[in-house]
């Protein structure tokens, strides 16, 4: 196997497709949907949708990260996953903005979420697979960076491709494309640890549990925002239709996510250079005063703001993310520790809109504009416990 130089850039490529299918669908295209084909129940037909497609994801990334990691001890370098993955995802996502009514919809949805998981679980054990542990925080960059470009690529697309059908074959265009130049130049890479040795089982330390709490507490918050910030602009900003709100959401997020690429540049050195956490929380405190920004209020120039503010804590945040867990996690089983620690960004999937439909129906505020407000608030002190909770972690353990 001839050695090359290994670009980031290309390791880092299909998490832009990848993302940009997240971009549209989680933060547009699904509650769209749901608003098209429920419009007398979309809160609750939202709520479920995103639960079920949330569950198919956690089972299939655990499951496929132990058969990956049995792989990659045999030689292999994961790509088949990623292949497969792409290629069922692509085609899913044509049945989703295909699809007539909630029960397809429904089916579709759970499709994306399943093919593309396939390829999530491995593809995420790329860089400790193929990165010295002293340029993690580069790599790291990277793949947060192309997290935030690829949502706001997706997030354009939802709001400005009206066709639906050239709306799908957009993303499937850009998912196969990426997947393809990512695992071309994997191809040719040296690993980096010796594939060899026994099957190692990720270790269920004091360190892992709390790093999994701390992850999954922010994330909460973040699906809560992102799943009710459509229903925040129609509702809050008084979108005058559905398609006014859904470019206006568009702009929100793809505004959001180029901040937040900004963010991921600015932490990628103190990544490796400083205390880990104190960049996570750094991120995280940005995040915070954003959705105390968006609470309070009640014209656009403040929601903007309030977005601007939101992106470049999460661009911080999610380098900082990285970096300590590809320090963290074990390298004999690091797929399957990266399926289990995902599921941080997973059951959040479960959690964020079955917690807030709950409390929102509780307080019979399904409808108006308090109920985002009240979303946006749970949101705020779930990333609040969850920057907290990050400080459990010895420095010693991230920095070994």
Same mark, same amino acid.
């Given at each position: 196997m001839q050695h090359r130089t290994v670009s980031p850039f290309q390791l880092a490529l299909f998490w832009l497709g990848i993302q940009a299918v997240w971009g549209a669908l989680l933060g547009i295209s699904l509650q769209s949907r749901t608003i098209e084909l429920a419009p007398g129940d979309a809160l609750i037909a939202y709520g479920r949708l995103a639960t079920a497609g949330a569950i198919v994801a956690a089972i299939v990334q655990v499951a496929v990260g132990f058969y990956s990691d049995a792989r990659r001890r045999q030689g292999g370098r994961r790509i088949e996953f990623?292949?497969? =993955?792409?290629?069922?995802?692509? %085609?899913? *996502?044509?049945?989703?903005? =295909? %699809?007539?009514?909630? @029960?397809?919809? &429904? *089916?579709?949805?759970?499709?994306?979420?399943?093919?593309l998981n396939l390829a999530i679980g491995p593809y995420q054990a790329i860089i400790p697979d193929f990165v010295e542990r002293?340029?993690? #925080?580069?790599?790291?960059?990277w793949m947060?960076?192309?997290?935030?470009? =690829?949502?706001?690529?997706?997030?354009?697309?939802?709001?400005? *491709?009206?066709?639906? +059908? /050239?709306? #799908?074959?957009a993303l499937s265009a850009l998912l196969l494309t990426t997947c393809l130049v990512t695992s071309v130049h994997v191809r040719r890479l040296t690993l980096c640890v010796s594939p060899g040795g026994a099957e190692k089982r990720p270790p269920v330390t004091r360190a892992? @549990?709390?790093?999994? *709490?701390? $992850?999954a507490l922010v994330y909460v918050g973040f699906y809560t925002l992102l799943g009710y910030l459509l229903f925040y602009v129609n509702g809050v900003l008084g979108a005058a239709t559905l398609a006014d709100g859904r470019r206006l959401t568009g702009i929100l997020i793809v505004s959001f996510t180029l901040v937040g690429a900004v963010g991921a540049a600015l932490a990628a050195r103190p990544s490796d250079r400083l205390d880990k956490r104190l960049v996570a929380t750094a991120g995280a405190a940005g995040f915070i005063v954003a959705l105390a920004l968006f609470i309070g209020s009640h014209?656009?120039?403040?929601?903007?703001?309030? &977005?601007?503010?939101?992106?470049? =804590? /999460? #661009?911080?945040?999610?380098?900082?993310? /990285?970096?300590?867990?590809? $320090?963290?996690?074990?390298?004999n089983a690091m797929a399957a520790a990266?399926?289990? /620690?995902?599921?941080?960004?997973?059951?959040?999937?479960?959690?964020?809109?079955?917690? &807030? &439909?709950?409390?929102?129906? %509780?307080? +019979?505020?399904?409808?108006?504009?308090?109920a985002p407000r009240v979303a946006f608030a749970m949101a705020l002190c779930e990333t609040l416990v969850g920057a907290a909770w990050l400080w459990r972690l010895p420095r010693c353990v991230i920095d070994q």
């Open positions: 990623y292949v497969t =993955g792409a290629v069922g995802g692509a %085609a899913a *996502i044509g049945f989703f903005y =295909g %699809a007539h009514t909630l @029960v397809t919809l &429904t *089916i579709a949805y759970v499709a994306v979420q399943a093919a002293s340029r993690t #925080g580069i790599a790291s960059s947060a960076a192309f997290q935030g470009a =690829g949502n706001a690529i997706g997030a354009l697309a939802a709001s400005f *491709i009206a066709n639906a +059908r /050239w709306l #799908g074959a892992f @549990v709390d790093l999994f *709490i701390s $992850r014209g656009l120039a403040a929601v903007v703001l309030a &977005t601007l503010v939101a992106g470049l =804590g /999460w #661009g911080v945040f999610l380098v900082a993310d /990285w970096a300590i867990a590809c $320090r963290l996690l074990p390298m990266m399926g289990i /620690w995902n599921l941080a960004i997973v059951l959040p999937q479960i959690i964020a809109p079955a917690l &807030t &439909t709950a409390v929102l129906e %509780a307080l +019979r505020l399904g409808v108006g504009h308090q």
